[in-house]
């Protein structure tokens, strides 16, 4: 079946860094451009960063714009977003998209920036 299964957050301290994965399985990854979706309590679900399928193309969320880097390997069926600088208006439950024929989503992974 279908999975897509978010790793990687946690509490970090403003300024710091964090990796998130997204591994995907039963489906064909490249075949399907991938997003990192973000939502904070009390607001909505917002696109934080998007990756063409073969990963040529990226694009960002002004808010994170040279901050954060989406990337993905296709022989590992995994997407990545690298966040650096990071500020606690970025704390959010961050959630892994599959775009293309469908759509599949992950369970998404808790991201706190406090100190």
């Known amino acids: 079946q279908v999975q897509l299964v978010e790793s990687g957050g946690g509490l970090v301290q403003p300024g710091g860094s964090l990796r998130l994965s997204c591994a995907a399985s039963?489906?064909?990854?490249?075949?399907?451009?991938m997003l990192w979706y973000r939502q904070a309590p009390g607001k909505e679900r917002e696109l934080v960063a998007r990756?063409?399928?073969?990963?040529?193309?990226?694009t960002y969320a002004d808010s994170v714009k040279g901050r954060f880097t989406i990337s993905r390997d296709n022989a590992k069926n995994t997407v990545y977003l690298q966040m650096n600088s990071l500020k606690p208006e970025d704390t959010a439950v961050y959630y892994c998209?599959?775009?293309?024929?469908?759509?599949?989503w992950g369970q998404g992974t808790q991201v706190t920036v406090s100190s």
């Open positions: 990756i063409a399928s073969l990963g040529g193309s990226t």
């Open positions: 998209n599959a775009r293309g024929p469908l759509s599949f």
């Open positions: 039963g489906f064909t990854f490249s075949r399907y451009i």
